[in-house]
């Protein structure tokens, strides 16, 4: 007979810090992941305020969504940023060739986008334009953002009705350049960003993180090339996009509902292997940047399923279940025992694009799993980071495909407490674990649980949810903590005593 799984914690080796960031979100110019599900501009019927869905932002609110990076994704290599200032009715409509070929009205631009991260108390990432734009133009940019004195585009910007300059906390050059950013080797890569980077001057107190785009999933070319070649520049850190798909094939990605356990576990295990492509890189950047001081940003990563039937491919609509919350904590866990380097990471996408936090339509919203996810973490921003080990972790095994049952993180949060993050990945076997923090056992434990009957249950407009979080309680008896962990089940708690 297997033991009993045993969850140990050390809180007498605090590791590094998790930051915030770690919960960090994206906003694309996709489908109606910003017009519509979040911007229906100030004329709606749909409450607003300047434009922003007041529904949408409160849920954001209380999530306390960070910092939001904008506006791509692949859209940022064709974004201008002139044609996002001024008049909303005068500016330019393009054609959004990456996402569907649908019109841009660049409605949402430069100061509609600093509202709405000025609205949920967050910081602003910008994604420069490398592709298709110019050091020049990613110059002029950042002056007209940050600038304080007179220029001809500050002005500009005051004109357009923002008098002090917007706060830019992060700045990339470029996004997938090894990719729609312009299918580049990673040696002309570093070139165009030495390049441009030279270029990219703001006031002192307003100068952002630069990040240099980087490589995806496994690969660890980039890392490489770029640890070495951006020596001597101004360099914070390097971006990484990793996203799961169930079948690992892009024909064929497989379903986000209706799928059987075999997709369940190769979904689940195929984001484990996060852990390894982070693990690879950052120990290249240790190579190369001992100290430090370099970012290992994920600021893509989520589900990519297959589209859903009926709406535009190039949308990338799909639902969201409660194997999405099991995939969002997985990625928690990992960014967690990488606090010391990924100090960022950004889920694809905020609003009904990919693995999105909400669903919309028309002035209706519906609040995903993976938005519950993100939800039961919060503690855990800013949190010191604690180590933490499962013995005896049961295997989960379902064909050939196999992964631990288990996985756990823990932190100190700001407020004191002692935090602990658990999934259960088994779609059929509840587990239960022991406490022991130190050689104590803790008294209780209190937070909230997320599961479901069906490993694709799911929240849909219009229906009552069938993934919410529920209060749990355990206490401990006989002088041992055990924490009882339903099949498919996402668990935070404070431990207590
Ligand atoms: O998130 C959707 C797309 O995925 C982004 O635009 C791109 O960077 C990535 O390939």
Known sequence: LAADPKLVINPDQPGPVIHRNIYGQFAEHLGTGIYEGMWVGPESKIPNVRGWRKDVVSALKDLKVPLVRWPGGCFADEYHWRDGIGPRN??????????????????????????????????????????????????????????????????LRRKNGRDKPFRVHYFAVGNESWGCGGNMRPEYYVDLYRQAVTFLKTPEKNRPLFIASGGHDARTDWTEVLAKGLKGVPFDAISHHGYTLPTGKWEKKGSAVGFPEAEWISTLAHTQ????????????????????????????????????????????????????????????????????????????????????????SKDQLVLTPTYHAFKLYTPFQDATSLPVRIDDNPVYKVGAVEMPGLSATAARGKDGKLYVGLVNANANQPAELTVQVGSTSPKAARGQLLTAAAMDAQNELGKAPQVLPQAYEAQAAGGRLTLKLPAKSVLVVAIEG
């Open 273 to 360: 292997r996060v852990d390894e492509w982070v693990r690879k890189n950052t120990a290249i950047l240790d190579q190369h940047d001992p100290a430090r001081k370099v970012g290992f940003y994920f600021d893509e990563w989520g589900s990519w399923y297959d589209p859903e039937p009926g709406s535009n491919p190039g949308f990338l609509v799909q639902r969201n279940t409660l194997r999405d919350a099991l995939l969002a904590a997985l990625h928690f866990h990992v960014f967690h025992a990488h606090a010391e380097r990924v100090k960022m990471s950004n889920v694809a996408q905020m609003v009904n694009v990919l693995q999105a936090m909400i669903l919309t």
């Open 90 to 155: 005068k500016r330019p409509i393009k054609i959004n060739t990456n996402w569907g070929g649908v019109p841009e009205t660049n409605a949402v631009g430069t100061h509609e986008f600093f509202d709405l991260v000025e609205q949920l108390g967050a910081e602003a990432y910008v994604n420069g334009n490398l592709g298709t734009g110019s050091a020049q133009e990613m110059s002029e940019w950042l002056e007209y953002m940050t600038g304080e004195g007179k220029s001809t585009l500050t002005d």
